[in-house]
């Protein structure tokens, strides 16, 4: 997704002169081709986020496009009060792109574990907050948020996702995607969890569970009228993201399932449960140990839906 999403990244700045990429001393490999095409406008900040978010916020300010690059939680909470006070604030045109969303990378430890950044970005004025599950998913969201004038955070995953869209073109990324119809319940996925909350579908499918799986490129706003319709017609409503269940897609949800006059869903939260990981391990071994496989998805919606003792 990451090489696809900066290979994008190189396409769009050779008919842009406006735009800067930023990265905070990695990236090394990825953003090589883009650094040896366009020199002048590729900037190593260093380690050294917080300077990197106002640079970036004073270069848009003369009328450019700039990305910003780095791990999971090091573009957004390290640098919260410049992303605040210089992006935000000033509706600047930064793009923050964090690659290693949720648990990608496990065996760094939780300071490496990206569980709260959908949350933080979602509370800022006029961010809007993109979260990917495919490659197609991350070009699609790539052109929209090259077409905003304005801030935008694009969580991505570490590499080597499931091509889930290759039949499905993403036509709109405000949209929810229907990834598979389904009669009994509604799962909403946002990231690269998707590919474990289908392959959790197809089992519950053999199990004569039928369930409906869409994927939620855009969080922040979140496609509305969607939830909505799901609230109407289902009893059970999930949602699985690899991130904490308080403020993140569970609530973004919840807060649209609560405004509804008629809502007969009864929604339940598959995350992160309001921990930290204190464990380190590789990132389907962390996946399993919270919850997130695609084994330990079935399980619960099987038990919420009173299916398994």
Known sequence: ??????????KLAENDDHLFLMTGDLGF????GFAQKFPERFINAGISEQNMVAVAAGI?????????????????MRCLEQ??????YHNANVKVVSVGAGLSYGQLGMSHHATEDIAIMCALPNMKVFSPADPQEAIAVLEEVHRLKGPAYVRLGKGREQNIHADMPVENVYDAQEIKDGSDACIFAT????SEVITAADALGKKGVSVKVNSILSIKPIDEQVVWNCGKQ???????EEHNVIGGLGSAVAEVLASMPDNRARLFRIGMQDQYSSIV????YLRDYYGLSAQKIEEKILTVMGMRS
């Open 60 to 76: 848009a300010l003369e009328g450019n496009s700039v990305y910003i690059y780095s791990i999971g939680n090091f573009p957004t």
């Open 281 to 284: 391990g590789s990132h389907d």
């Open 83 to 88: 992303i605040r006070n210089d992006v935000c």
């Open 191 to 194: 990231g690269a969890i998707l």
């Open 234 to 240: 289902y009893k059970w409503v999930f949602t699985v």
């Open 29 to 32: 490999g990825v953003l090589d």
């Open 1 to 10: 997704m990451r090489n696809t999403f900066v290979s994008g990244l190189e």
